[in-house]
């Protein structure tokens, strides 16, 4: 028997064997109730105060205001989505349950509206395929980091921030990303990393200290807004880079300089492909 043969063979006999049985895929999870839940935080009264918010996929929103460290609500329609708070001495962690495990399905509900305090601390923010309005001007932030995946957010500082802020970082994917006021965080670093999206970093506000900034993204479409008048460098690594400019930005080579006074920038594109705007 040639091989040509035991080929049709071994088909006939797998599509038999298809036929002959199904295979039943677990349900995902179906909504439920909607329930509204109460989340408040009491302030620890510590300078290293370190607060973790850990989210799935929903509507993330935050906005200063609270009396207490952490203050708002959790709505949701499936168990696994109910918020738990975990302390650890300094470290407050506001996270969900298995929502990594959870696939996505129609009329799921999970939004979280939360007010922070004035209190100095650390904020960290993981989270997955959500879309986010974070006002956090007038905190007092010691350092800032948000990793996040498929994601639509907007974060602002329209207030400066009550204290020095060593590092801002952010990490995301296929996104649309908006930061705005960012001169107002008081940064000392910026580090931002994307990957094929629409990202705005706009650093309006005012600079109380010197600021540097690098940003690492892949095919995207990146605008740098820097208000006229702020003292800048922007130096772009990347050939395959579409670059248009604002009048007032001296170009040579790869470096974009704007004249100003007070506090500067520094700031150090590195993109593989795409289009930079740099506009003020």
């Known amino acids: 028997m040639n091989g040509k043969i035991i080929s049709a063979i071994l088909a006939l006999a797998l599509a038999s064997m298809a036929c002959g049985f199904s295979v039943d895929l677990p349900e995902g999870p179906k909504p439920g109730p909607?329930?509204?839940?109460?989340?408040?935080?009491?302030?620890?009264?510590?300078?290293?105060?370190?607060?973790?918010?850990?989210?799935g996929a929903g509507d993330l929103k935050l906005s200063p205001g609270a009396q207490n460290l952490v203050e708002g609500t959790a709505t949701y329609n499936v168990e696994d989505l109910k918020p738990e708070i975990v302390k650890d001495g300094n470290h407050i962690e506001i996270k969900q349950g298995d929502f990594k495990s959870l696939p996505p399905f129609d009329d799921m509900k999970n939004e979280w509206d939360l007010n922070l305090g004035e209190a100095p601390m650390e904020l960290t923010i993981y989270a997955g395929a959500y879309k986010a309005t974070c006002e956090l001007g007038g905190l007092a932030l010691k350092n800032l980091s948000v990793?996040?995946?498929a994601s639509d957010v907007h974060l602002s500082f329209s207030e400066p921030n009550r204290t020095e802020m060593s590092v801002l970082r952010y990490e995301t994917g296929a996104s649309d990303v908006e930061l705005t006021g960012l001169a107002n965080a008081n940064f000392s670093a910026l580090m931002f990393t994307g990957g094929a999206g629409n990202y705005t970093l706009d650093f309006g506000g005012e600079l109380k200290q010197d600021g540097v900034v690098t940003i690492d993204s892949g095919l995207g479409n990146l605008i740098l807004v820097i208000p006229e008048g702020t003292d800048a460098k922007i130096t772009v690594?990347?050939?395959?880079?579409?670059?248009n400019h604002d009048s007032g930005w001296f170009q040579n080579g790869q470096t974009y300089t704007q004249n100003g006074e007070g506090h500067s920038l520094k700031v150090l594109v590195k993109m593989a492909a795409g289009n930079l705007q740099i506009s003020n």
Request: hydrophobic share 35%; glycine share 10%; no cysteine.
């Open 34 to 55: 909607e329930v509204k839940e109460s989340i408040t935080v009491a302030d620890p009264g510590s300078d290293e105060t370190r607060l973790t918010l850990s989210f």
């Open 147 to 149: 990793r996040d995946g």
């Open 237 to 243: 690594e990347g050939a395959a880079v579409n670059i």
